[in-house]
């Protein structure tokens, strides 16, 4: 069950959000898996790891997150998430 989710809506080709997506998590120390369709990650944090799960249909990335770091609010994931994302 996820713990937190939420859609980011993005212009464009879905190959390019997932590049966004790739380069911000491995940039953070991360693992990212997929495609233009589906996928996984997680990403470490000073408090625990962050895991979860993507989907792509039409233009919106919708992610699930499947673990966290209790002190780690969803908010604040889904916040960091769209500001990566929202980067040129």
């Known amino acids: 069950m996820a713990k937190h989710s939420f859609s980011v809506n993005f212009p464009g080709a ?3 959000i997932i590049a966004k997506a790739r380069g911000a998590i491995e940039k953070a120390g991360g693992k990212f898996g997929g495609d233009e369709k589906k996928g996984d990650f997680s990403v470490p944090t000073p408090a625990g790891t962050v895991k979860g799960v ?3 249909t039409g233009q919106a990335f919708a992610v699930d997150i499947t673990d966290k770091p209790f ?3 969803g908010s604040a994931i889904e916040s960091q998430v769209k500001s990566f994302l929202s980067k040129a």
């Open 14 to 16: 879905a190959v390019d």
């Open 54 to 56: 993507y989907t792509i």
């Open 71 to 73: 002190v780690v609010p």
